[in-house]
């Protein structure tokens, strides 16, 4: 099946695909590492073998986004390649090659009793995912999700429509040949926003919904979903250049975080500086950003050493720009840094650049973040980067996983209790 005829085929409501997914992860609970992985790579390949189809629906919905004056963050964002398609076949074969965390013991022993526990780690079933613009996401999620042993409902942007689709007959085919359910994969009808509030609505049919984009998008479905959630926020991530920083070793990782990918949450999006290093700073900072194209919102100070930096407004502070833009001040101190980040910030990813430890672990221990980064780009905020394979996503809540999410934060635990006749008295 082709991807046009799999989107008008696919078009029966979230409920009945919910059921289908719930048959295919009652198969995927059981199924050995072995079968897991062959899967995953017969994936892979089929996404190298037929890159051309799926390019071919790449280019309709890019073409489509221009043609509606979508900013070119987003097309970034929504467009694929021979050399991004090649990244999502690499990203499932990491995946094959991690361990798989269906089975694993979380902890257990031996009570005085005689009885033996065991708390393992088990697949959560269903899981939805709602996402924006990206369609390697559809690769990503799908791949992690058949290994740590669930079935995923896929709800992507009307944006990527075509290159959803394209994507998931590959993959499901693939599935398939592999002796696994299709259904273990499957693209929710992105015609309509009434799939997003039939998935918020599913609970018992999906067990977790992980919402990935804008803060509206997250927002709506945190608030609104009767389904439980993990948050992915959006990344509001600051870069401190204290006193004590090797300003070259600053200006190297602010242009990384900053212009490497603008369009991603691990980019940086603000600049504090201190006060003792302004001077010397900032000049050559704001010279090289201009350089690279982006536009400083700076405060007072800022715009004093640059006429071409725009003033910022309060709005600038907590921002996700996901383009070449950056807001930036100037703080007298590390704890002025500190309560910016903690009024500003996302809750996603901070750095601070010095060669102070003590500066280095007072920042680690007073900025609430998923990730605090020391003398590093936040950039390196990624599950792929952290050796953790592919992720779902970056979570900023506090309950059940935190930061990037691989293959353990998509799995749930239940206690096997073994023993011999015991009765409690």
């Not at 990384?256 to 302004?278: D, G, I």
């Not at 003398?375 to 592919?390: I, Q």
């Amino acid at each position: 099946m082709g991807w046009a005829s799999y989107g008008e085929a696919g078009r029966m409501s979230v409920i009945e695909q919910a059921g289908r997914a719930r048959e295919a992860a009652t198969v995927l609970a059981t199924v050995s590492r072995a079968v897991k992985d062959a899967a995953l790579l017969a994936m892979a390949d089929a996404l190298s073998s037929r890159t051309p189809e799926i390019l071919a629906a790449n280019k309709l919905d890019v073409a489509a986004a221009r043609e509606q004056g979508t900013p070119e963050s987003t097309v970034d964002r929504l467009a694929l390649n021979e050399a991004r398609l090649a990244g999502m076949a690499d990203g499932l074969r990491q995946i094959a090659g991690l361990p798989d965390p269906v089975g694993e013991v979380v902890r257990g022993g031996t009570l005085a009793n005689g009885l033996q526990v065991r708390q393992l780690r088990v697949p959560f079933g269903v899981v939805g995912i709602i996402y924006e613009a990206r369609p390697n996401v559809t690769a990503d999620a799908a791949g992690l999700t058949l290994k740590s042993g669930n079935a995923v409902l896929l709800r992507g942007s009307g944006s990527a429509a075509r290159s959803n689709a394209a994507i998931v007959v590959v993959l499901r085919d693939a599935l398939a040949a592999a002796g696994l359910p299709a259904d273990a994969v499957q693209l929710v009808d992105s015609a309509t926003r009434e799939t997003v509030k039939e998935l918020m609505r599913a609970r018992g049919l999906v067990d977790v919904l992980i919402p990935r984009g804008g803060a509206s998008l997250i927002r709506t479905v945190v608030e609104e979903s009767s389904v439980p959630v993990i948050e992915t926020g959006v990344g509001n991530c600051h870069i401190y250049v204290d006193e004590t920083a090797d300003l070259d070793m600053a200006l190297k990782i602010l242009l990384n975080a900053k212009v490497q990918r603008p369009s991603v949450c691990n980019a940086a999006e603000s600049l504090l500086v201190h006060a003792a290093v302004a001077d010397t700073f900032l000049p050559r900072a704001l010279a090289a950003l201009r350089e690279q194209g982006v536009t400083v919102h700076g405060s007072p100070e800022i715009v004093a050493y640059d006429d071409t930096v725009v003033p910022a407004t309060e709005d600038d502070w907590g921002t996700e720009y996901l383009a070449l833009e950056l807001s930036a001040r100037v703080v007298a101190s590390l704890d002025e840094a500190v309560a910016h980040i903690r009024r500003y910030g996302s809750g996603h990813s901070e750095a601070i650049i010095t060669t102070s430890l003590p500066a280095a672990s007072r920042f680690t221990a007073h900025v609430d973040a998923a990730a605090v980064l020391v003398n590093a780009s936040t950039r390196f905020v990624d599950g792929g980067e952290l050796g953790f394979g592919a992720e779902i996503g970056i979570s900023t809540q506090k309950l059940h996983a935190r930061g990037p999410m691989g293959l353990p934060e998509l799995t749930s635990t239940k206690f096997v209790i073994t023993g011999e006749g015991q009765v409690r008295g």
